[in-house]
């Protein structure tokens, strides 16, 4: 076994644990996306879904593609479990006053299931803002203390254009996956190591 394979044993070995000692359910998709129960966009790369009650959460990535990527979604989505282990402000944040979740707020909006005015749009796009980049500055940390072979200057355009798509979104009322033009690239909070 080569050092990196080590290393991404010990981390797949830190994951399976603590999903294990948090009721969280660990599950791995065959293809390149696997789908949540309710998203209303389809197919995903993996998502975190906390528990609730006595039903286990769920910590899911589609394992039918590149090492390189599915590792990066695994560790975003354990960022996403980690924010809701240590109830984090990055994870509470999507809590609305009312006690709505911020992401199906979103969703209900852009489906048009729902109207809000556009200081409510703004807010709301806000708080789902927050808690993604935070989860990815998690799992850009997993990938340097865990040495994971993931392509970190790939792994943060990724993230600076999935940040650009809300954006878009915010203003369009549509989800389109949008990529940063060249040399436009946004300064984000996780290039200040």
């Given at each position: 076994m080569t050092t990196t394979d080590r290393r991404v044993q010990e981390f797949l070995q830190v994951?399976?644990?603590?999903?294990?000692?948090?009721?969280?359910?660990?599950?791995w998709g065959k293809g390149a996306s696997l789908t949540a129960l309710g998203e209303p966009r389809g197919e995903l790369a993996g998502y975190f879904s906390a528990p609730h009650?006595?039903?286990?959460?769920?910590?899911?990535?589609?394992?039918?593609?590149?090492?390189?990527k599915w590792l990066a979604v695994l560790a975003h989505e354990f960022g996403h479990m980690s924010q809701w282990f240590f109830n984090d402000p990055?994870?509470?944040?999507?809590t609305m006053p009312n006690g709505q979740d911020a992401q199906e707020l979103m969703d209900d909006w852009v489906d048009g299931k729902l109207e809000l005015d556009a200081d409510e749009i703004t807010d709301i796009f806000n708080r789902v803002r927050v808690c993604e980049l935070d989860a990815d500055a998690r799992a850009l940390q997993y990938i340097r203390d865990y040495k994971l072979p993931v392509n970190i200057e790939v792994y943060k355009r990724e993230i600076a254009d999935m940040d650009y798509s809300?954006?878009?979104?915010?203003?369009?009322?549509?989800?389109?996956?949008?990529?940063v033009r060249p040399g436009r690239l946004p300064k984000l909070k996780l290039d200040q190591e």
């Open positions: 994951v399976k644990r603590c999903c294990e000692l948090t009721n969280v359910k660990l599950v009650g006595r039903s286990p959460g769920v910590l899911a990535v589609a394992r039918g593609r590149p090492r390189s990055a994870w509470t944040v999507t809300y954006r878009l979104m915010q203003r369009t009322r549509r989800w389109k996956r949008t990529k």
